[in-house]
């Protein structure tokens, strides 16, 4: 429990000159921004700033900056570590009214777009124009929190994540100052890659005020399949062998038997209860057709049965948001409960030995885990479904994360393929990165010497001293 910081009347009383009544410390207003989409516990700020422009932001961040008040940058959410919890009180700034297409350019296949901008209203946005963007998260993110959190999602094995995707971002630095980190060039070899920096930052090195997004051309056919296997062992080594043979797989995604018999409930789907893969492929006619037999005759040599693809686009959607509904699907197998969802990533090879472990720890525990994933990149999440005022309950999740964590990691993985580390993975922090969490902290205090920018996120607090 921390105090309200001693300035706090202040900082309010100067925002709401700046803002009025989009400086808010309502109670329900404060609380809708003190928590994210997980299981931790929430922790409400302050007050609350909805900011409307890159000048606005930079306004608040320097009252809050002269005042070494904490900001929390906010966005869709949707995060699933504790991300946007106010730990240390401060002011929370809401980015959802800057929700603005800045500028698309067909011909650079790029465009610019701030940061409150939902990755669904930009593919809306897009559609006329014959170009997409493919980072897809299963809930509808702002572009300005995938970019914070380095997010990624079905499409990624295709189309790489957010760190492939961005040219360059404006961002306001922790002192109020408003930076550029490139332009709009495909490449650049012009100084320390400010952009890679602030991708994946948490909202800790500054805020994120405007995105510059690489777009594709909408491929000229896609076709959708599933294909069910009668062990899971069958269905990792058609993914890794499929990776490996180099076919274009546009989403490759593994669900066991829990989460597909979860999303049959939760979708009104009839897929059979097994483990199962999603797949889908961009190209020519000729090319999908030739992707999906390739990958067919590769499920068959480890026993799948019954391949079946569609190019029907309802048939894909109602997949495919099955999919993103997978999350939503396991916490409706128990009333009241929510979702611990785990996000170790490992190199292709070691795939199978990580989920096989992990699916036998599994067995002889006492909570319920569907595990589903975005294996094509060896990533995947097993959804813990917890009541967290059951210590019990959460003690177990912790312990099994615990041991899937340090599995990944000796498989030379990472605790944390997509999520981010928020405040739930900061303790692996050193386990995963040793010496370089120290430089990792020495950046933040070059940068942020005041610790204002959400504090008490991904640095651990031994570093951050
Ligand atoms: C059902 C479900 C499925 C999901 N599936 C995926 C998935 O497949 N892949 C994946 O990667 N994630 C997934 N997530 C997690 C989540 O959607 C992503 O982490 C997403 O990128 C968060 O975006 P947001 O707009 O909700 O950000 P928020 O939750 O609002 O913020 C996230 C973090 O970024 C900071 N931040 C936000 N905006 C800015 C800004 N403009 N400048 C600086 N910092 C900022 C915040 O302070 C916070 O630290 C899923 C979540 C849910 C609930």
Known sequence: MTSRHPKMDQVISELTEILGTRCSTAAAVRE????DESWHFPKAPDAVCFARSTEEVSRIVSVCATHKVPVIPFAAGTSLEGHVNAVYG?????LNEMNEILRVSPEDLDCTVQPGVRRKQLNEYLRDTGLFFPIDPG????IGGMASTRASGTNAVRYGTMRENILSLKVVLPDGRVISTGHRAKKSAAGYDLTKLYIGSEGTLGIITEVTLRLYGIPEAISAATVSFPDIEGAIKSVILTIQSGIPVARIELLDEVQVDAVNRYSNLDLAVQPTLFLEFHGSSASVQEQAEQVSAICSEFGAEGFKWTTQAEERTKLWQARHDAAYAAMALRNGAQIWATDVCVPISRLADCILETKKDLAESFLVAPLVGHVGDGNFHLSFVIKKENPEELKEAERLNARLIERALSMDGTCTGEHGVGLGKKKYMYMEHG??????AAVKR???PDNIMNPGKIIPDR???
């Not at 809930?139 to 702002?142: E, G, L, M, Q, V």
């Open 32 to 35: 809708q921004h003190g928590k």
């Open 435 to 440: 010496e370089a969490v120290d430089v990792m």
């Open 139 to 142: 809930a509808d993110a702002s």
């Open 446 to 448: 070059a940068l942020d």
């Open 463 to 465: 570093a951050a001293e």
């Open 90 to 94: 401060g002011v929370s700034i809401d």
